[in-house]
């Protein structure tokens, strides 16, 4: 993750205490939100074991016991086919008021490594995260308050999101 990311991530949550916070793709490279964000219980979840990961599973498909606060993914959504079902999942974990926090490689980023921030390794994906693809993704999940910022330098996209309270289903 590069500081701008982390930078952005610090300046949303800021002034706020969460009880509990999933990292979705929450694998220490180049650095972490883990101690940027206030809460009682911070989570990452990422697809392989890794600096600061707690749980090792595919993003898509992990729950928590019980809905958090909020989930965060940074720098990850570009490296993964399955950036729309993320979004869903995340949507899934949250309790009701929760939010959705993220960036991610926004188009014009040039291709690099889920490991290590250097070049693609062989095999891996990667797909530059497309403003209306990333829209969509929230608002068919069912987010509200949904915020994109596009970024020319480093090229990033960064969100906001909420789960509807119960009172606005």
């Not at 899934?92 to 014009?108: D, H, K, Q, R, S």
């Not at 915020?147 to 789960?163: C, F, G, N, S």
Request: proline share 6%; net charge negative; hydrophobic share 35%.
């Amino acid at each position: 993750m590069h500081p701008e990311a982390m930078q952005w991530v610090a300046y949303q949550t800021r002034n706020k205490t969460y009880g509990t916070v999933i990292d979705l793709g929450g694998r220490n490279v180049n650095g972490t939100t883990r101690d940027t964000i206030g809460c009682d219980l911070y989570i990452a979840v990422d697809i392989a074991p890794g600096d600061g990961v707690d749980v090792v599973c595919d993003a898509a498909e992990y729950r928590p016991e019980e809905p958090v606060e909020c989930v965060v993914t940074t720098e990850m959504l570009e490296h993964t086919p399955r950036a729309a079902d993320i979004v869903a999942a995340a949507f899934e974990m949250l309790t009701p008021g929760g939010e959705f926090i993220g960036t991610a490689a926004g188009v014009g980023r040039p291709p690099h490594s889920a490991v290590d921030g250097n070049r693609l390794r062989e095999g891996e994906h990667y797909a530059n995260i497309d403003k209306s693809d990333l829209f969509d993704w929230l608002h068919d999940t069912g987010f509200v308050d949904i915020q994109i910022d596009v970024q020319r330098r480093p090229a990033d996209i960064r969100w906001t999101a909420r789960r509807p309270d119960q009172t606005s289903v």
